[in-house]
């Protein structure tokens, strides 16, 4: 109800498409009302489109949206293209909405997939791999960038990944990054941003997804327990959906 009654009447008339790469009804749940939440839209306004679900969706999926969001996921790898069938379907709509200037806000999973699919390269790293709240600094380029300006940095953002891309793909430029890998680039002459980390996830929602997928990411509750222990907020990282919407609604 709080969220309803910040809604402007235009930005109550957007229409979102999530493609969503989901199995756990519980994550696919709490992964639409967290882009909801910190877009500060109404949970309708958002449509799912779950590959697990079709796998061959149409590449004709984003018509009549105002924007696509990519979600994250823990239960694929881009880098399995045989076993997630979804995984070239999902690059080639990637590479649909550069084209034709959709706009785009995808998060860690969605971010992978935009790399492979503008011409960059994956990496696994499955042992020296970024989990929890972690502080990300922005480029040159992200001073005037409408959705990173004014940002003081470090600023924390919540990361969990064992895939990652060491440099930007062609035809981009790198605004986020941390020792580890590239964190964010934009599209050039695209409104396209792509984030490694997970802007739509805060501190809260980080406990409840890791404690979920405790098994994939952590060695036991001792370790889980001390990454969320150092768990800090996110309030930087989560604006950024907000001022994705508010580009949506000046351009």
Known sequence: MTINKLIDPTRHSLKLLLLQIREAETVRREEHESFAR????????????????????????????????VGGASDASVLEPDTYTFVPR?????????????PVFASCFGF??????????????????EMGTIPVFTTEAAKTDPLFEGVEQPFFAVSVHKEKALNT???????????????????????????????EVDRNTLVERLTFYKSRYTSGDSHLD?????????PFSNGLCERFIDFLLQN
């Not at 839209?41 to 061959?56: A, G, M, T, Y």
């Not at 992978?112 to 791999?129: P, S, T």
């Not at 964010?184 to 802007?199: E, L, M, N, T, Y």
């Open 226 to 234: 001390a990454v969320l222990r150092e768990a800090k907020e996110t």
């Open 38 to 69: 910190y877009c500060k839209v109404r949970k309708d306004q958002i449509d799912i489109l779950n590959v697990f679900d079709d796998p061959e969706f149409s590449l004709s999926c984003t018509d009549g949206y105002d924007a696509l969001l």
């Open 90 to 102: 999902s690059q080639q709509l990637m590479a649909k909405c550069v084209e034709e200037k959709t």
């Open 169 to 199: 793909p062609p035809g981009t430029v790198e605004l986020a990054k941390t020792d580890a890998c590239c964190h964010s680039f934009k599209v050039i002459d695209s409104p396209f941003w792509a984030f490694q980390f997970h802007p």
């Open 112 to 129: 992978q997939l935009a790399a492979l699919a503008l011409g960059g390269r994956i990496v696994h790293d499955g042992e020296n791999y």
